[in-house]
């Protein structure tokens, strides 16, 4: 009797670090085109969130989403965002190229502390995925960066340079399937870069052609995937990891 009793509870203690196991490594992430269409009101051509006046410091969107652009030259690429708890509008955004063969971002992100230090200080992680193929050469990757990253130009410096709208990371904007535009977090000017294996070439070549957008750059340094956790404030440069 007393060992049967000894075999139900070992059952029932490996069943349970099993499902907790299995529910803490994967997450589906919401459809941020999806999310946005059904939870915004329009306006002409763009759409805002609605503001809980007892939040008003918080972004109006937490959690793990999924973007795929829908047009330009970027178009049917994808990137994941994460919004920790409690996160502050204007707060901390840490943009993360992926290396090729990551077939569960959640779970990496996961596994190397990425969501503990976004929930622990209330940070935005803004995740760049390869395409289908894998990573491509920072010429082929430009246009896709460009639409993620790119930098905000107002004015053409009397002829001098092309105006740019600017990319998701600094103005918190993306384009829904209807035609419209909505703003759903506070974008930054200056953002922390780190890259991961085949990642970091494509994003070191492009903060090294556009330095104004760079906090912290990644290096070619190499080392073994490591959780990569920091105190406030950030060192500079940010170490890739391969």
């Known amino acids: 009797m007393r060992k049967r009793a000894l075999s139900l509870l070992?059952?029932?203690?490996?069943?349970?670090?099993?499902?907790?196991?299995?529910?803490?490594?994967?997450?589906?992430?919401?459809?941020?085109?999806?999310?946005?269409?059904?939870?915004?009101?329009?306006?002409?051509?763009?759409?805002?969130l609605p503001i809980d006046r007892t939040e008003v410091n918080e972004h109006p969107v937490i959690g793990y989403y999924t973007y795929t652009f829908q047009d330009g030259e970027a178009a049917g690429r994808s990137f994941k965002l994460y919004v920790g708890q409690h996160a502050a509008l204007r707060a901390y955004i840490t943009v993360i190229a992926l290396p090729d063969g990551i077939a569960d971002p959640y779970a990496f992100l996961q596994e190397q502390g990425w969501l503990e230090q976004a929930d622990t200080y209330g940070e935005l992680l803004f995740v760049l995925e390869p395409g289908q193929g894998g990573w491509g050469t920072p010429d082929s990757e430009a246009a896709y960066l460009e639409a993620c990253l790119g930098e905000v130009i107002g004015n053409d410096a009397g002829g001098t340079?092309?105006?740019?709208?600017?990319?998701?990371?600094?103005?918190?904007?993306v384009t829904l399937s209807d035609g419209t535009t909505c703003s759903f977090f506070t974008g930054h000017s200056c953002n922390y870069y780190v890259g991961y294996g085949e990642g970091c070439a494509v994003l070191e070549s492009w903060t090294a052609e556009n330095p104004c957008t760079s906090s912290a750059r990644p290096s070619s340094a190499a080392r073994a995937w490591a959780p990569a956790i920091w105190t406030r404030p950030l060192p500079a440069p940010i170490t890739a990891i391969t």
Not at 24 to 37: E, G, H, I, K, V
């Open 10 to 48: 070992l059952a029932m203690a490996l069943v349970l670090g099993l499902s907790v196991g299995a529910s803490a490594a994967s997450a589906a992430p919401t459809d941020l085109n999806r999310y946005l269409l059904s939870h915004t009101s329009r306006s002409g051509e763009t759409r805002s």
């Open 161 to 173: 340079r092309e105006t740019a709208p600017g990319g998701v990371v600094q103005t918190g904007k």
